[in-house]
Nanobody
Framework: QVQLVESGGGLGQAGGFLRLSCSAS????????MRWYRQAPGKQRELVAI???????TYADSVKDRFTISRDSARNTVYLQMNNLKPEDTAVYYC???????????WGQGTQVTVSS
């Protein structure tokens, strides 16, 4: 079963914006840290942003000041607001969650983001 479902990917324009969402299944709760990764063809998977249960955030240098990660615990959802898109943001974006109940690390299937120049 897909337990993390991503949405919001698609085609963006350079300088434009997209917002990604990742919603966890109702049976998943007590999520601690949520993260966004991305992977472009021929490249390693890259950690993009982190948000902790205390809402502390960390960003990769490549997206800092452009992307914002946030979470809505009541909806079991994490967001990635991507502003001022660049072609190099083109990648498959993956949601990841560290969960206490049921304990484990969970991944979404990924959503494609393509930024045209």
């Amino acid at each position: 079963q897909v337990q993390l479902v991503e949405s919001g990917g698609g085609l963006g324009q350079a300088g434009g914006f997209l917002r990604l969402s990742c919603s966890a299944s109702r049976s998943i709760f007590s999520i601690t840290t949520m993260r966004w990764y991305r992977q472009a063809p021929g490249k390693q998977r890259e950690l993009v942003a982190i948000i902790t249960s205390g809402n502390r955030t960390t960003y990769a240098d490549s997206v800092k000041d452009r992307f914002t990660i946030s979470r809505d615990s009541a909806r079991n959802t994490v967001y990635l607001q991507m502003n001022n898109l660049k072609p190099e943001d083109t990648a498959v974006y993956y949601c990841n969650a560290l969960v206490l109940t049921p304990r484990g690390e969970y991944w979404g299937q990924g959503t494609q983001v393509t930024v045209s120049s």
